[in-house]
């Protein structure tokens, strides 16, 4: 089953030649590509008018492998828990990128609690604005996409765990993606102070404490449970340093200082 785009033309252009300039211009911001590979990259999944600049630096700074594992989080309550497209294709203007069925097989075996199911997917935003930026900088990328909407800790951890393990035996190396906004709708300088709390976590490489501060300081980080699990499987791949490569809030684009949306970009090697 292929899957069309649900907010081509909103989010982002739906005219290939549009798209492709801006992407190359969200791609052109980052200073210098990382040496070391990266095991998780974290990159917002806004309109790119808002976020465009945060994903398309932090994507360009890390140096990803052509398979890549996206992780997402579940806006729509569809589907299940963690919920992973597993074959064909899914399609960008003017683009498919590729499942990796070799992978998701893997995936599906290396935890009961992963399963084949696209109904959190189609209507889904957070994993799709992120494929036209790995298309432009690798055309030969695959993807396996997960969407996670478990909210229990340890199943989070556990499936991280096993998503680590699996990707530690796979034949060939894989990078992580993770698709995440930071706070939501909340003034420019609160959003800066709650989400430095939670990026503060992540950078240290510390699922539960990510986990706990952003439900103990409420933080309205969408993307918390895909993050959590995969800097479990980052950790189990033997992820040392963590870094924030990018922080925006839309008020910088919009002018609207009063109610934001945090973006950041974090790269894990």
Same mark, same amino acid.
């Given at each position: 089953?292929?899957?069309?785009?649900?907010?081509?033309?909103?989010?982002?252009?739906?005219?290939?030649?549009?798209?492709? +300039?801006?992407?190359?211009?969200?791609?052109?911001?980052?200073?210098?590509?990382?040496?070391?590979?990266?095991?998780?990259? #974290?990159?917002?999944?806004?309109?790119?008018?808002?976020?465009?600049?945060?994903?398309?630096?932090?994507?360009? !700074?890390?140096?990803?492998?052509?398979?890549?594992?996206?992780?997402?989080?579940?806006?729509?309550?569809?589907?299940?828990?963690?919920?992973?497209?597993?074959?064909?294709?899914?399609?960008?203007?003017?683009?498919?990128?590729?499942?990796?069925?070799?992978?998701?097989?893997?995936?599906?075996?290396?935890?009961? #609690?992963?399963?084949?199911?696209?109904?959190?997917? @189609?209507?889904?935003?957070?994993?799709?604005?992120?494929?036209?930026?790995?298309?432009?900088?690798?055309?030969?990328?695959?993807?396996?996409?997960?969407?996670?909407?478990?909210?229990?800790?340890?199943?989070?951890?556990?499936?991280?765990?096993?998503?680590?393990?699996?990707?530690?035996?796979?034949?060939?190396?894989? +990078?992580?993606?993770?698709?995440?906004? #930071?706070?939501?709708?909340? +003034?420019?300088?609160?959003?800066?102070?709650?989400?430095?709390?939670?990026?503060?976590?992540?950078?240290?490489?510390?699922?539960?404490?990510?986990?706990?501060?952003?439900?103990?300081?409420?933080?309205? !980080?969408?993307?918390?449970?895909? #993050?959590?699990?995969?800097?479990?499987?980052?950790?189990?791949?033997?992820?040392?340093?963590?870094?924030?490569?990018?922080?925006?809030?839309?008020?910088?684009?919009?002018?609207?200082?009063?109610?934001?949306?945090?973006?950041?970009?974090?790269? @894990?090697?």
């Amino acid at each position: 089953m292929q899957r069309q785009p649900v907010v081509a033309g909103r989010f982002y252009d739906a005219d290939p030649e549009k798209l492709n +300039s801006m992407v190359d211009g969200f791609l052109g911001l980052a200073t210098e590509q990382r040496k070391e590979k990266t095991l998780l990259a #974290m990159a917002p999944h806004a309109g790119f008018v808002f976020s465009g600049a945060v994903c398309g630096k932090t994507l360009a !700074m890390a140096n990803l492998e052509s398979t890549i594992l996206l992780l997402g989080p579940n806006h729509t309550g569809q589907g299940d828990r963690f919920a992973l497209w597993p074959d064909d294709g899914w399609n960008i203007p003017g683009a498919s990128v590729p499942i990796d069925t070799e992978l998701a097989t893997a995936l599906l075996d290396a935890d009961p #609690m992963i399963t084949a199911d696209t109904a959190a997917h @189609v209507g889904e935003h957070s994993l799709e604005v992120i494929l036209p930026f790995l298309h432009r900088m690798n055309p030969d990328t695959t993807v396996v996409p997960i969407a996670i909407s478990a909210h229990v800790f340890d199943d989070v951890a556990g499936v991280g765990k096993a998503i680590g393990q699996a990707l530690k035996e796979f034949d060939r190396p894989v +990078s992580i993606v993770v698709s995440s906004d #930071m706070s939501h709708y909340i +003034s420019h300088d609160e959003a800066k102070k709650l989400d430095s709390l939670a990026l503060e976590a992540a950078v240290n490489l510390d699922p539960r404490a990510l986990f706990s501060t952003v439900r103990d300081h409420q933080i309205s !980080m969408c993307g918390v449970l895909p #993050m959590t699990a995969g800097l479990f499987a980052a950790l189990e791949l033997g992820a040392t340093q963590g870094e924030l490569v990018a922080y925006a809030t839309s008020g910088e684009v919009s002018g609207d200082f009063d109610e934001v949306v945090g973006y950041a970009g974090v790269l @894990v090697s």
